[in-house]
Structures are given as structure tokens and as C-alpha cells.
């Protein structure tokens, strides 16, 4: 099974005065016929700003990877919600919406920068999961 774990950085919409930059420790399983993408936490501040950019950077991550969106899985565990602990560990499922389908208006929008994706994820999902569950789909231990 091939594996990345790294630190993913999105710049996102913005406040008016400039772009937010969200970060997430970013886990991509790739087993045949089938990737499992896992977003956690970097730090505990960085979890705030994900939830409300998933589909986005979700999106992004299928391009960038070059990834088959209907053969990938989204999970997300994150320890702190707001400032207090509450470990949540989710599958994240998506709407998918081809890039044919959309206004070429939509798709451009400055601070998506989807360019050359193929589709988008939209109206995400979360449906409750554990880490016993994920552990078994990806086959191995996940440590923190």
C-alpha cells in the first residue's frame, strides 16, 4: 500500500482583507482500486477553519493527486472542536458534480483555483465513524 502523510496548506476565500490559510495533516492510503484520504488536525487551532472548506479542499486533493473521485474515500478525525476536546472521527461524503455541468462562471471563481479538475464535491456529509472502522478499511494502525 503506498502512503503520504503530510502537511497541506489551502488558502480559502478570504475576510476582505486577504485569504485565510487553513492547514490539516493530510493521509492519502492508496490500495488498489481504492484511496482513503484521512484530514486531522496539524495543530488544535487548525481543525476551526477545515469543516466550513472540506468539499474545497477535498476538491482540490482529487485534482492535485490526480485521483479518481468516485474510487476515493474521505475520513476526518480532529480532537478539538472550537476550544474544547471532543474527539470525532467521520466519513465525509460528497455530492459529485462534473465539470460539464456547471456555468464555466462557477468554476473559476478567484480562491477556489479548481483550473483543470475534473469535477467538483459538493454538499458534504459527515456520518459518524470510529477509528476501529477506519483501521480496518485501510488495513494498519493510524497513530495520532
Not at 492508496?30 to 484520504?37: N, R
Not at 468516485?70 to 472521527?89: D, I, L
Request: aromatic fraction near 16%; charged fraction near 30%.
Amino acid at each position: 500500500m503506498s502512503f503520504i502523510d503530510k502537511k497541506y496548506t489551502w488558502k480559502g476565500y478570504g475576510n476582505g482583507i486577504g485569504d485565510w490559510e487553513t492547514q490539516c495533516r493530510l493521509r492519502i492510503y492508496e490500495k488498489p482500486d481504492l484511496h482513503i484520504i484521512l484530514f486531522s488536525e496539524w495543530q488544535k487551532e487548525d481543525c476551526l477553519n477545515f469543516s466550513d472548506s472540506v468539499e474545497h479542499i477535498s476538491t482540490l486533493i482529487i485534482r492535485n493527486y490526480d485521483l479518481p473521485p468516485n474510487k476515493t474515500h474521505f475520513f476526518e478525525s480532529f480532537a478539538y472542536q472550537g476550544y474544547r476536546f471532543t474527539a470525532t472521527f467521520s466519513e465525509i461524503v460528497f455530492d459529485l458534480i462534473d465539470k460539464e455541468e456547471l456555468h464555466p462562471t462557477l468554476w473559476d471563481i478567484p480562491g477556489r483555483r479548481y483550473g483543470d479538475c475534473r469535477c467538483l464535491l459538493s454538499n458534504p456529509q459527515w456520518l459518524d465513524s470510529s477509528k476501529e472502522e477506519f483501521e480496518s478499511l485501510v488495513g494498519e494502525g493510524v497513530n495520532d
